[in-house]
């Protein structure tokens, strides 16, 4: 069963940029990863942030599913493919995708913002009611060790 994780944000940290330094350690730790975003605004910003948010190091990602190879994907569209299974989802749409439990974990990364927590209390109410284990992180000042 798919295992659900909320990263609720305390701090004026951008979700985005919070949301980069989840996927590099996810990244890191050898994992493939599907970001769905709310629309092509997002995924383009989301993509831009990936190429220069650490100059140091490089998340090789693509946008649109493209690029079957890529070990971090993008996308704010419906997965077509039934046989495509990513080990873990990071949800940035503020809805739940239907495709969710085709991953092993999905992220919730919940701003700061009212409306945003609005949504997100939705989203675990539903994971909640169909008996999915969720976990709720409360997430403050980014650590030095860079630890999400």
Not at 39 to 45: G, V
């Amino acid at each position: 069963m798919t295992r659900i994780d909320f990263y609720q944000i305390e701090n004026q940290e951008a979700p985005l940029l919070f949301s980069c330094r989840l996927i590099a350690k996810i990244y890191r730790m050898g994992h493939q990863v599907h970001i769905h975003t709310e629309n092509e605004a997002q995924a383009k910003e989301i993509d831009a942030l990936l190429w220069h948010f650490r100059p140091e190091s490089f998340i090789p990602h693509t946008l649109d599913n493209i690029d079957e190879e890529a070990p971090v994907r993008i996308g704010c569209s419906v997965m077509n493919e039934p046989n495509t299974h990513r080990e873990v989802l990071i949800n940035l749409s503020g809805s739940v995708p239907d495709f969710f439990s085709r991953f092993e974990r999905v992220a919730e990364v919940v701003p700061l913002n009212t409306e945003s927590r609005e949504a997100a209390r939705e989203n675990y109410k539903f994971y909640k009611d169909r008996g999915y284990e969720i976990k709720y992180n409360k997430v403050g000042q980014p650590p030095a060790s860079e630890n999400v």
